[in-house]
């Protein structure tokens, strides 16, 4: 399991499924949908389902990934 860790949010990747928790008023958890709700428990991207995440990188209102094949 990879984890990244802010102040605000974390991500976690495994097996090729990414997740994210904590503030997410700006939309920075990437749920979709508009979503600005806070997630206390890991939530699945579900956009990113089955993707390979090569990096993941973060500020405190966004978070980017890196795919790879």
Same mark, same amino acid.
Do not use: C
């Given at each position: @399991?990879? =984890? ?6 974390? =991500?976690?990747? #495994?097996?090729?499924? !990414?997740? &994210? @928790?904590?503030?997410? &008023? #700006?939309?920075? %958890?990437? !749920? ?5 709700? #806070? ?6 991207? &579900?956009? !990113? ?6 990096? %993941?990188?973060?500020?405190? #209102?966004?978070?980017?990934? !890196? %795919?790879? &094949?």
């Amino acid at each position: @399991m990879t =984890r990244l860790i802010e102040w605000s949010h974390s =991500r976690f990747v #495994d097996k090729n499924k !990414l997740y &994210a @928790m904590g503030w997410g &008023a #700006d939309g920075q %958890l990437g !749920l979709g949908n508009g979503s600005t709700s #806070d997630r206390s428990t890991p939530s699945l991207i &579900a956009g !990113l389902d089955g993707r390979r995440v090569r990096k %993941l990188a973060s500020s405190t #209102d966004f978070t980017m990934a !890196l %795919l790879g &094949a």
